[in-house]
């Protein structure tokens, strides 16, 4: 895997979660050549570029690079607690249901930012669309994985006058547990996932992205590989 821009079929954003790891795979198996675009923007949880180069070898992608974005961490820190020194990661329990619609987690624009550079990385490489792994969310949400934000982002990238590259998000209806599903069939080590959001050696099992996978891999009936120090999964 390199760097280079050399030609490829597709560009998919990579963050070595559990959506997007699925998603790599998913595109991989249809798209001759894949490039992973994967981006240190200051989150706490970067545990997941070690799982995003992994997934990338293991999908045989053409190309993987890491874009170093992490100065946005010390100016968006104050508003998400994602961000490497920002607020405290919250239980899911602890949030009540009109919190879950935009959540502590949401980081101000994050998709919209990332598309961005994806967009413009698939332009150089000749691609003519970009991936990322938005899906339903069970427990919370965020307005940049909705169909609609997909539809409105295509409409200022189709403005391109020469070489318009397009986003798709083929598992934006999906549940977790639908993704779980999917990666079981396509054979993803889901031990090289990283979900939780804290950011430390073990998975927490109680911030909203660890309960939402917890329940999914209990909806399949599938094991999660992943240890977890607190909450159902522990």
């Known amino acids: ?46 545990r997941e570029m070690e799982c995003a180069r992994f997934q990338a070898s293991a999908a045989g992608v053409a190309s993987f690079f890491i874009v170093d974005m992490g100065c946005l961490g010390t100016f968006l820190k104050t508003s998400s607690a994602l961000i490497q020194d920002g607020p405290a990661i919250p239980r899911l329990d602890a949030l009540p249901e009109s919190v879950r619609q935009q959540p502590p987690t949401y980081v101000p624009n994050r998709n919209m930012i990332l598309l961005s550079v994806a967009a413009a990385y698939a332009e150089s490489m000749g691609a003519p669309c970009v991936y990322y792994g938005a899906q339903a969310q069970d427990e919370y949400g965020y307005w940049d994985c909705t169909e609609r934000f997909l539809e409105r982002i295509n409409t200022l990238l189709a403005l391109n006058r020469r070489n318009a590259v397009a986003v798709k998000a083929p598992l934006i209806s999906n549940s977790k547990a639908d993704n779980v599903r999917l990666g079981m069939k396509l054979g993803v080590d889901f031990a090289h996932t990283w979900s939780c959001y804290r950011g430390e050696s073990m998975a927490c099992g109680v911030c909203p992205t660890c309960v939402e996978r917890i329940k999914a891999f209990q909806l399949v009936g599938g094991t999660d ?3 977890y120090s607190d909450g159902p999964g522990s």
């Not at 560009?11 to 790891?21: E, F, I, K, R």
């Open 1 to 46: 895997m390199t760097a280079e821009n050399t030609h490829c079929d597709a560009v998919v954003l990579t963050s070595g979660g559990l959506d997007s790891s699925v998603l790599l795979h998913h595109v991989s198996r249809s798209s001759a050549r894949v490039a992973a675009l994967c981006v240190n923007y200051g989150q706490r949880h970067n």
């Open 225 to 227: 590989p992943l240890p």
